[in-house]
């Protein structure tokens, strides 16, 4: 069964795969890396502006081990979950430091790299050195769990690791992840140009829609925090990074709170500074994995001098932001409002 798999997979990949991604010209393991970890929790067609933009900056392995965190967050900026782009940075001083700068090429080595689990890994090592690997990403997962009709994930990782060839697995790894993104979708499969239907038991048995067992996801609570947009007299913003681990970890921040109360005490008991009438700008809301959050920014201008990182507006755009941070420092209206 094996290997009619992988020949019937790979025939339809090379009528129908997707062969000009970006990281596939020149395919070097900098590049595969990077867009394994960038396509973890994000589609294609998002992940490919930030690739090229982030391998324009970052050409290579040596040049991203030698940045900062705050470069390497603000390319990152807006593509979300930002311990990817942390864990991306400590893992390329990690190969500088331990391995000479050169990309490892051992499983247990490329695992070993902050960010990196079994499927990535595998990923990564079938892609940039043709090794026999199997994945089980989002994707894979999906095809392989209606085509055996198993839910069960040590299951599926023994069948991934089953129907690999023997050769061609670049080509195969990703034909595997094309058929999950293109064919096996998740709500319409288009079981009648399915290279493997044949023995499809999700197919035989018209069960698609029980493959993968979905998981229930908690409905998201939502929270409220506002957001403060502090200018003094030269025209400044106060910003605050935001602690790691956590949400937006790394990045800068508008000064944020739980509640009026608490940003009132803070202006007064921590920045020590008095604030012109404070004004309310129209509330925004943003979707983190488990919550959702509305946050309320809140306009207003000081006179008095305080520590922290006041930033002159032409500085900001060089900065790691959040996307909502973003929204409020530049979206025009708001930007009115400063004036
Ligand atoms: Fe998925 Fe349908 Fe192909 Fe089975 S036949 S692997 S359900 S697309």
Same mark, same amino acid.
């Given at each position: 069964?094996?290997?009619?798999?992988?020949?019937?997979?790979?025939?339809?990949?090379?009528?129908?795969?997707?062969? !000009?991604?970006?990281?596939?010209?020149?395919?070097?393991?900098?590049?595969?890396?990077?867009?394994?970890?960038?396509?973890?929790?994000?589609?294609?067609?998002?992940? *490919?502006?930030?690739?090229?933009?982030?391998?324009?900056? +970052?050409? &290579?392995?040596?040049?991203? %081990?030698?940045?900062?965190? &705050?470069?390497?967050? =603000?390319?990152?900026?807006? #593509?979300?979950?930002?311990?990817?782009? @942390?864990?991306?940075?400590? /893992?390329?001083? /990690?190969?500088? /430091?331990?391995?000479?700068?050169?990309?490892?090429?051992?499983?247990?080595?490329?695992?070993?790299?902050?960010?990196?689990?079994?499927?990535?890994?595998?990923?990564?090592?079938?892609?940039?050195?043709?090794?026999?690997?199997? *994945?089980? $990403?989002?994707?894979?997962?999906?095809?392989?769990?209606?085509?055996?009709?198993?839910? !069960? &994930?040590?299951?599926?990782?023994?069948?991934?690791?089953?129907?690999?060839?023997?050769?061609?697995?670049? !080509?195969?790894? =990703?034909? #595997?992840? !094309?058929?999950?993104?293109?064919?096996?979708?998740?709500?319409?499969?288009?079981?009648?140009?399915?290279?493997?239907?044949?023995?499809?038991?999700? +197919?035989?048995?018209?069960?698609?829609?029980?493959?993968?067992?979905?998981?229930?996801?908690?409905?998201?609570?939502?929270?409220?925090?506002?957001? #403060?947009? *502090?200018?003094?007299?030269?025209?400044?913003?106060?910003?605050?990074?935001?602690?790691?681990?956590? *949400?937006?970890?790394?990045?800068?921040?508008?000064?944020?709170?739980?509640?009026? $109360?608490?940003?009132?005490?803070?202006? @007064?008991?921590?920045?020590?500074?008095?604030?012109?009438?404070? @004004?309310?700008?129209?509330?925004?809301?943003?979707?983190?994995?488990?919550?959702?959050? &509305?946050?309320?920014?809140?306009?207003?201008?000081?006179?008095?001098?305080?520590?922290?990182?006041?930033?002159?507006? %032409? /500085?900001?755009?060089?900065?790691?932001?959040?996307?909502?941070?973003?929204?409020? #420092?530049?979206?025009?209206? @708001?930007?009115?409002?400063?004036?």
């Amino acid at each position: 069964m094996s290997r009619s798999f992988a020949i019937r997979l790979l025939r339809w990949y090379d009528r129908h795969g997707r062969h !000009d991604l970006p990281w596939q010209h020149p395919r070097t393991p900098y590049r595969v890396w990077l867009s394994e970890v960038m396509l973890q929790q994000t589609q294609v067609a998002a992940v *490919i502006p930030y690739f090229e933009r982030f391998v324009a900056r +970052f050409p &290579d392995l040596a040049t991203l %081990a030698a940045a900062s965190e &705050d470069d390497v967050l =603000q390319m990152w900026a807006g #593509l979300g979950y930002y311990a990817r782009g @942390r864990n991306l940075l400590k /893992a390329a001083r /990690a190969i500088v /430091a331990e391995h000479g700068g050169e990309f490892p090429r051992t499983f247990e080595q490329v695992a070993a790299l902050p960010g990196i689990g079994r499927s990535t890994a595998g990923a990564i090592l079938a892609q940039a050195f043709g090794q026999r690997h199997a *994945i089980l $990403d989002g994707n894979a997962r999906r095809v392989l769990s209606r085509y055996s009709a198993s839910a !069960d &994930d040590a299951r599926l990782w023994e069948l991934s690791e089953q129907l690999l060839p023997r050769a061609r697995l670049v !080509d195969y790894t =990703q034909a #595997l992840m !094309d058929l999950g993104a293109n064919v096996c979708v998740p709500r319409e499969p288009r079981c009648q140009t399915c290279p493997v239907s044949g023995d499809c038991k999700a +197919f035989a048995t018209g069960r698609q829609h029980e493959f993968p067992k979905r998981r229930v996801k908690p409905a998201r609570p939502l929270r409220q925090a506002s957001m #403060l947009l *502090i200018e003094n007299r030269h025209g400044q913003i106060l910003l605050e990074r935001r602690p790691s681990p956590g *949400i937006w970890g790394g990045l800068w921040c508008l000064p944020m709170f739980e509640s009026n $109360d608490a940003w009132r005490n803070y202006c @007064r008991d921590e920045l020590r500074i008095k604030v012109s009438a404070p @004004r309310e700008l129209p509330v925004l809301r943003h979707a983190f994995t488990h919550f959702e959050l &509305d946050i309320q920014p809140v306009r207003m201008k000081t006179t008095g001098t305080t520590k922290g990182a006041w930033f002159a507006p %032409a /500085a900001l755009a060089k900065l790691g932001l959040p996307s909502p941070v973003k929204k409020i #420092l530049f979206s025009a209206p @708001r930007r009115e409002e400063l004036r």
